[in-house]
């Protein structure tokens, strides 16, 4: 089966730095995703890991390692309009290449 | 490019009622779109998904004959949630993943519709 974990909810300040940890176990990875999900719409892409190191677009990065089954996401530079919630998901090529989602960390940036 | 549409965006409908949701990739062609279930406060779960031409793949634990789900081009899925109860309440996205190769292991990313709020009385 698949198992994704991250933490519920984080608190940050404007313009600070915050990491959002997401670990996970599945059979057959194949691609980890971060989803930034405001309340009421729809995920967007934030960004895409398959192999290790770390993946930067703009204020958002992403880090994976694959033998520790770990990943965070690094948001800089905090913004008010960053409070939402993060989703990481894995695509595992042994759930037919489905996405499984984590749990989901709802952070909010106080002014 | 990459956009999805759904609608409605929110409906609300008494109990007993069936309520069809429209899933549809504006510019691209999507083989394969997904449904999800999201509960408040919640992740996003996994319903079912959806090959065009071809049966829905539904998940362990979600009815098939209370959520139809019909994909009969590659632009357009519709879930029709049958005999709807206040416990379907809940917010139902879909997303496409772009026919880029032969293979899901091609594509990058899933495009997710805007969502639509479904509210049982």
């Known amino acids: 089966g698949q198992n994704i974990d991250q933490p519920t909810e984080m608190t940050a300040t404007e313009g600070a730095i915050v990491q959002i940890n997401c670990t996970y176990q599945?059979?057959?990875?194949?691609?980890l995703f971060w989803y930034q999900q405001h309340a009421g719409e729809a995920p967007t892409f934030l960004s895409y890991?398959?192999?290790?190191g770390l993946e930067e677009k703009g204020r958002f990065s992403s880090f994976l390692s694959r033998s520790k089954g770990y990943s965070y996401l690094l948001l800089k530079e905090l913004q008010m309009k960053d409070s939402a919630s993060y989703l990481c998901?894995?695509?595992?090529?042994?759930?037919?290449?489905?996405?499984?989602f984590g749990p989901g960390t709802r952070l909010s940036v106080l002014p | 490019g990459a956009v999805v549409s759904q609608h409605p965006s929110w409906v609300i409908c008494k109990s007993g009622t069936s309520v069809k949701i429209e899933c549809r990739s504006l510019?691209?062609?999507?083989?394969?779109m997904f449904w999800y279930r999201q509960f408040p406060k919640q992740s996003l779960m996994l319903m079912a998904t959806?090959?065009?031409?071809?049966?829905?793949?539904?998940e362990q634990g979600v009815e098939k004959d209370k959520f139809l789900i019909n994909h009969a081009s590659l632009t357009l899925s519709t879930l029709t949630v049958t005999s709807a109860h206040p416990e379907d309440s809940s917010f139902y996205i879909c997303?496409?993943?772009?026919?880029?190769?032969?293979?899901?292991?091609?594509?990058?990313?899933?495009?997710f519709g805007p969502g639509t709020r479904l509210t049982v009385l």
């Open positions: 997303s496409a993943a772009e026919a880029r190769g032969r293979s899901l292991s091609s594509y990058n990313e899933q495009f």
């Open positions: 599945t059979s057959g990875f194949n691609g």
């Open positions: 959806s090959n065009e031409g071809s049966k829905a793949t539904y």
């Open positions: 890991n398959v192999l290790d």
């Open positions: 510019d691209f062609q999507a083989t394969t």
């Open positions: 998901a894995v695509r595992d090529r042994d759930y037919g290449q489905n996405f499984v």
